[in-house]
């Protein structure tokens, strides 16, 4: 494997994840056999002891490369940093905390390599039959309705993290805290296509979620306004 030429970049964002995050990274690796990848694994600030197992997962894996914040900035600075460092021209995004099974990434990474226009930027996956706390689920639910209401993105499940996108597309998007929740709007907005996946999902074995569902429903509202705000100013009708 040429690890200098990688066609495929995986970008996982992490907080906390000491438990999950050797167990994902092999799992990433086993599924990408055959394939010229690196994964990027970017520790947000992680005060857990998730730092040091980062450090000798790198130093065992050629592929792997370790980034790190020293205060958490947030999972979409979190992605922007994997991204901007990522040396392939795709790249797969999956949550760190291992809900999303790896062996879904083939599946968006088909649809996005069988674009033969250039046109498609974004595969976005969409959770079937979640294992999340029934609090949870409706909270995104409803959450998720909102949100395709007024932004029209035609997605039902933009929170997934499970996403494959072109590189040269996500630089061309404007950033903002808690864009990787509204990627379909933002991706259409600067005229790119959007196409959605549906993928597996998994629950969580360790750790614990970063925000209650009262926490996550309080730092949206103000990035939800400002996204349709953006998409207002772009002149894109809905």
């Known amino acids: ?25 092999d799992e990433i690796a086993a599924v990408l056999v ?10 947000d600030g992680s005060q857990d002891g998730t730092d040091r197992i980062l450090l000798a997962l790198e130093a065992r894996h050629p592929w792997l490369r370790r980034l790190h914040h020293p205060k958490s900035r947030g999972q979409s600075t979190a992605i922007r940093t994997g991204v901007r460092h990522a040396r392939a021209p795709l790249i797969v ?6 809900q999303n099974p790896p062996d879904q990434i083939p599946r968006l990474l088909a649809v996005l390599e069988a674009d033969l226009t250039g046109s498609l930027g974004l595969v976005q996956g969409q959770r079937e039959a979640r294992q999340d706390s029934l609090a949870k689920r409706l909270a995104s639910r409803f959450a998720n309705r909102v949100r395709s209401a007024l932004l029209k993105d035609g997605v039902r499940d933009s929170g997934c993290g ?22 379909p709007a933002m991706m259409l907005r ?10 597996s999902h998994r629950p ?7 925000y209650s569902n009262f ?8 990035d939800l306004l400002g996204a349709a705000w953006l998409i207002m100013r772009s002149g894109r009708k809905g």
């Open 162 to 183: 499970l996403k494959a996108f072109r590189r040269n597309a996500y630089l061309d998007l404007p950033f903002f805290d808690h864009i990787h929740r509204f990627m």
């Open 190 to 199: 600067e005229g790119w296509d959007v196409q959605t996946v549906a993928v």
């Open 93 to 98: 995004t999956l949550d760190g905390d291992g």
């Open 215 to 222: 926490a996550r429903g309080l730092v949206g509202i103000p």
């Open 34 to 43: 055959g394939t010229t990848f690196e994964v990027i694994v970017v520790d």
């Open 1 to 25: 494997m040429n690890v200098d030429t990688p066609s495929v970049s995986v970008v996982v964002p992490v907080r906390d994840e000491a438990a999950a995050i050797g167990p994902l990274v």
């Open 204 to 210: 969580r074995k360790s750790g614990r979620s970063k």
